[in-house]
């Protein structure tokens, strides 16, 4: 049973550190406050209820001074105070009538179970006026505001003649005067607003015309939009958000939506495990949408020490519709196949054209060689020898294409069946006009005439005997 409570005690210990036990919710700032005015410096702690009996919270001026008590409420001075108490868990330090022995470094420290939780160490800095005409600028509470809080403008001068006023954005504005026997001084309230972050107050004196300005530090939680808005993409491409957050401070916690699904890749989810962020979270990056995407509201939420606000947009995909993007790579390349097909189909007819140039050549006689005329004797009607036949004309033409000088001695070689009567001539055996039209078709493309040649009644004379004026003779 002891051990039992021993176990349970180290593991509330234990959960309470691990946790961070008291978080601050509200930690302490620097502050500024002009001598002999009260400051207060904040301080709130979470309270869950289950507090110890031993709990409690105190301040305590740094390093290891005096502690500043809720349970006395004040000090053996009449200086410190803490305002609030458990029930809201604020515990702010009030520090009254300052002056400079109270400019120090403080810090708000929780106690319980014998754990101490200390915050970070801050300074309160009391202003004194200095003995001079310069006026001298700041805020007080603090040198920040955050949005919707009002924080005091102080320009002060140790010259208790010296008239100041404020100014703003070239215009002056209204403040309270004060006047002791030590400084003058004005103080202007200011209600921040975000829109004032960066402007400028300037306090103007009346003595040399001097002054002293301060720049507004606006504390405000993020304004976010999301850029595209309502984009539109087709199916299959990449939507991309950007999430734009303007806020002070500017370091942000993004938190996407998808739907009201908050995006979270620590599970197991068939949509999200393909997700993708960028820029520390600022991008979101989701491949491939389907149809089912459509409609969706992507959500943004950026969250900074201020505060959490958050925008949406609706996603839309659209099928896949033939544009010029789509259509331009299929057109090219279908121009790109015809000619092609158009270069392979010229190629097949030029090689074919080739190749009856080819045997048509093997076939022609080479110019000037009357021995190429066509050999008759494989026809089969020829005789073993040759017989000569002269021509007198001038420039015949063999083949259409062969031009043949009328002193060339034309050399026709006939193989003549040994069945004709005799070896000086023949006659075409009836029908069969094979060798007669053989014959009439080369000598009409020598230009030669068939009297010239004893084709008479389909015979001729292919061995004809010269007469004495060398015209050959014809076979009746």
């Known amino acids: 049973m002891v051990l039992k409570v021993l176990s349970l005690t180290v593991l509330l210990i234990s959960s309470r550190l691990c946790a961070g036990a008291y978080p601050f919710m509200v930690t302490p700032k620097p502050t500024t406050v002009l001598a002999g005015k009260t400051a207060i410096i904040e301080c709130t702690v979470a309270i869950s209820g289950n507090e110890s009996p031993s709990f409690s919270v105190f301040w305590q001026i740094f390093p290891g001074g005096e502690q500043i008590t809720l349970a006395t409420n004040r000090n053996t001075t009449d200086k410190y105070s803490i305002l609030g108490g458990a029930a809201g868990g604020q515990y702010d330090l009030k520090v009254e009538n300052t002056d400079a022995s109270d400019d120090k470094s403080y810090q708000c420290a929780v106690y319980d179970m014998g754990t101490t939780t200390r915050s970070d160490p801050v300074r309160l ?91 507004l530090d606006v504390r405000y939680a993020p304004r976010v939009t999301i850029d595209p808005v309502e984009p539109q993409y087709p199916q299959q491409d990449t939507a991309r958000f950007t999430c734009i957050a303007d806020g002070n401070p500017t370091m942000f916690a993004y938190r996407w939506l998808f739907g009201a699904t908050e995006i979270d890749q620590t599970y197991s989810h068939h949509r999200f495990n393909h997700f993708a962020f960028e820029d520390k979270g600022r991008v979101l990056v989701i491949p491939s949408v389907v149809m089912e995407d459509s409609r969706v509201r992507i959500t943004c939420e950026v969250t900074n020490e201020l505060g959490t606000q958050s925008a949406y947009t609706l996603m839309y995909v659209r099928g896949t519709t033939l544009t010029m993007e789509t259509l331009g790579p299929i057109i090219v390349g279908c121009i790109c196949g015809a000619l092609v097909i158009i270069l392979l189909i010229w190629t097949v007819w030029y090689c074919l054209c ?96 068939d009297d010239d040649v004893g084709l008479h009644s389909g015979s001729y004379d292919v061995n004809p005997d010269p007469e004495p004026n060398g015209t050959p003779k014809e076979i009746d």
Not at 130 to 158: H, M, W
Not at 177 to 190: F, G, K, Q, W
Not at 357 to 378: C, E, F, K, M, V
Request: charged share 25%; glycine share 6%; aromatic share 8%.
């Open 125 to 215: 800095e009391v202003v004194r006026p200095e003995e001079t005409t310069f006026p001298q600028c700041f805020l007080s509470p603090r040198n920040s505001i955050d949005e919707g809080k009002t924080e005091t403008a102080y320009c002060v001068s140790g010259n208790p003649n010296n008239t100041l006023s404020w100014n703003y954005r070239g215009r002056p504005v209204i403040g309270t005067l004060y006047r002791t026997e030590e400084y003058s001084s004005v103080e202007y309230d200011i209600h921040a607003k975000y829109e004032d972050h960066g402007v400028e107050y300037i306090c103007y004196a009346s003595v040399n015309n001097e002054s002293c300005s301060i720049v």
């Open 354 to 449: 080739d190749c009856r140039r080819d045997h048509d050549h093997r076939r022609r006689p080479p110019p000037g060689n009357a021995t190429n005329l066509p050999n008759l004797r494989s026809t089969g009607y020829g005789p073993e020898s040759s017989d000569y036949l002269r021509h007198g004309r001038s420039n015949a033409t063999f083949d259409n294409s062969t031009e043949v000088d009328s002193n060339t001695t034309l050399e026709m070689n006939e193989r003549r069946p040994n069945s004709l009567p005799n070896n000086n001539a023949y006659s075409t055996p009836p029908g069969n006009r094979r060798l007669d039209t053989e014959i009439r078709k080369t000598y009409k493309n020598l230009d030669i005439g």
